[in-house]
């Protein structure tokens, strides 16, 4: 995701003490927005470290360009979200949501939402137009490499077991999960 931002954005840049600024500032309110339990139900002190790691991350990128290409970074980010979207959804109780009521049921409560579908396949916002510049780069990048590449295409849902897993069988298998934890909906939009 960072290699993209540098990639529409290749003026911004991140210096080591607006890193570790950054890094400072968001620490110290993580642990209220954890506690109010607001997207994810986690131990306080495990996205600490993840959330500086990423913010080194997104200032090395920023202070470096990619090495590769702006069609290779949407790639892998396309192939990133459908296998994180197969890793939750194929987990026993879905993607880690607190405990809701069902009457109040939202994408940030739905334990077996797909990335792929909400936010690539359906468009809905993010909130960063950025992000959302990335999604619809995503949503381009899938529909034509779905149609030239075998390995992108969706075949029709089987049980067969998965061995060598391409992202058009892992598509597959999770349309096929996100339809059962979604009765009467369809994972991808009718033509």
């Not at 879905?94 to 809701?100: A, H, I, S, V, W």
């Not at 075949?155 to 999770?174: F, Q, T, W």
Request: net charge negative; hydrophobic share 35%; proline share 7%.
């Amino acid at each position: 995701m960072f290699d993209y931002l540098h990639f529409i954005h290749p003026t911004w840049r991140m210096t080591k003490k607006q890193t570790e600024e950054i890094t400072d500032q968001l620490l110290s309110k993580i642990s209220i927005f954890i506690a109010k339990g607001t997207l994810i139900h986690i131990e306080p002190d495990a996205p600490k470290a993840d959330m500086a790691t990423e913010i080194d991350n997104m200032g090395s990128r920023l202070r470096s360009p990619s090495t590769e290409s702006k069609e290779e970074v949407i790639h892998g980010f396309t192939r990133q979200v459908i296998d994180r979207d197969y890793h939750y959804l194929f987990q026993k109780l879905g993607r880690p949501r607190p405990l809701q009521d069902p009457e109040k049921e939202s994408s940030y409560t739905d334990r077996w939402m797909s990335h792929f579908k909400y936010f690539i396949l359906d468009s809905h916002p993010t909130g960063v137009p950025e992000f959302d510049q990335l999604f619809t780069d995503c949503l381009e990048f899938w529909q034509k490499a779905s149609a030239e590449n075998p390995a992108w295409k969706v075949p029709l849902y089987s049980d067969e077991v998965l061995l060598g897993l391409n992202a058009g069988k892992a598509l597959s298998y999770i349309a096929h999960r996100w339809e059962e934890k979604h009765p009467g909906q369809k994972y991808f939009p009718e033509n």
